[in-house]
């Protein structure tokens, strides 16, 4: 009997594949095209304290071998979830991580302070890393200091399972994930998308409004590996990884590195039904390595 299960905090996923925070709607809309019994679960869009409108258009472009994307965390906010999207979400039989974005610490801790007596879901990733909202121009994740003086006391809000996403556009992510993990957070959700850019030829302008926007997709795999390698030496809390995962040699790869479990962002919005199709492919897979039990790969990188 193939074993898959790992763990993440306090939380027992069945499979170590999860749909990403932005890729995954509220996870209804996938219920169409996935078991969701048969899968290890997926993490909200990311939900703000007050309602948030997003970026002007465009906000998605197609690059090769991946997507640029400027949404600007557009949501309806907390309280709109705690009344329309939580009860149509606490009976499916995943595992559920509520992704939350703020743009001041208190606004992290009221959402937290709303939720987190409510059922139906398992824990939290906290999203510092979003490249595609400013605040006074620069990332929550960009300097340790602020990311400490951020995540101080967030642990002690909830007993549910506290998940920390990264950026991979800094160098103090590595410091700010073995930070997260002496405050007691559960895992570390690495990476978020990369810091890129496109130029209308034409008008000789930005593509985006923003001018930046988050490249995410296949092109991103390489680069993530090596930033899950590189996260992996810093801490010893599980990394869930997330770039370009298509496949489950792409699972298999990041979790040799030391990835307990992964995210699929970008190939949702390619094949939706990917979430399970990867699921039974993985366990194939370990069946033809040989693999019995999913947590003696973790880690188990020759060097
Ligand atoms: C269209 C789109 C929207 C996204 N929105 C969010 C978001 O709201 N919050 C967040 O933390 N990450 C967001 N992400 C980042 C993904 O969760 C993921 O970290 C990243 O895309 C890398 O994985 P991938 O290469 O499999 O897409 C978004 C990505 C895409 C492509």
């Known amino acids: 009997m193939i074993k898959t299960h790992i763990r993440i905090g306090k939380t027992i996923l069945k499979k170590p594949i999860l749909g990403a925070s932005g890729c995954s709607g509220w996870g ?21 304290l007050n309602e948030k409108k997003g970026n002007e258009m465009p906000r998605i472009m197609e690059t090769y071998g991946g997507l640029l994307n400027s949404i600007g965390l557009e949501n309806r906010g907390v309280d709109y979830f705690i009344k329309n999207i939580l009860p149509e979400i606490k009976d499916m039989e995943c595992v559920k991580f509520l992704n939350l974005a703020f743009f001041e610490k208190s606004e992290l801790e009221k959402m937290i302070a709303m939720l987190d007596s409510r059922e139906g879901f398992d824990g939290y990733e906290i999203n510092i890393s979003c490249p595609n909202v400013a605040h006074g121009g620069i990332s929550f994740n960009s300097s340790a200091a602020d990311a ?73 795999k390489p680069l993530s590996l090596m930033n899950v390698h590189k996260m992996r030496k810093k801490i010893s809390i599980p ?12 699972v298999l790869e990041y979790m040799i590195l030391g990835a307990s479990a992964v995210q699929v962002g970008t190939q949702l919005l390619v094949r939706p039904s990917v979430l399970e199709e990867l699921c039974v492919e993985l366990e194939e897979r370990m069946k033809d390595l040989k693999i019995e039990d999913i947590n003696e790969l973790i880690g188990s990188i020759k060097e």
């Open 28 to 48: 209804n809309e996938l219920l169409r095209f996935n078991d969701f019994s048969k899968i290890g679960g997926f993490v909200t869009k990311s939900i703000t």
């Open 239 to 250: 990394i869930i990884a997330a770039g370009g995962v298509r496949t489950a040699d792409d």
């Open 148 to 220: 400490t003086s951020l995540l101080s006391g967030v642990r002690k809000m909830t007993e549910k399972t506290l998940l920390l996403k990264l950026s991979p556009a800094f160098e103090d992510s590595f410091e700010i994930g073995r930070i997260a993990e002496d405050m007691g957070f559960d895992g570390i959700t690495f990476t978020n998308t990369y810091i890129g850019t496109a130029v209308d030829v034409k008008s000789r302008s930005f593509v985006f409004k923003n001018k930046q926007a988050g490249l995410s997709g296949p092109a991103i």
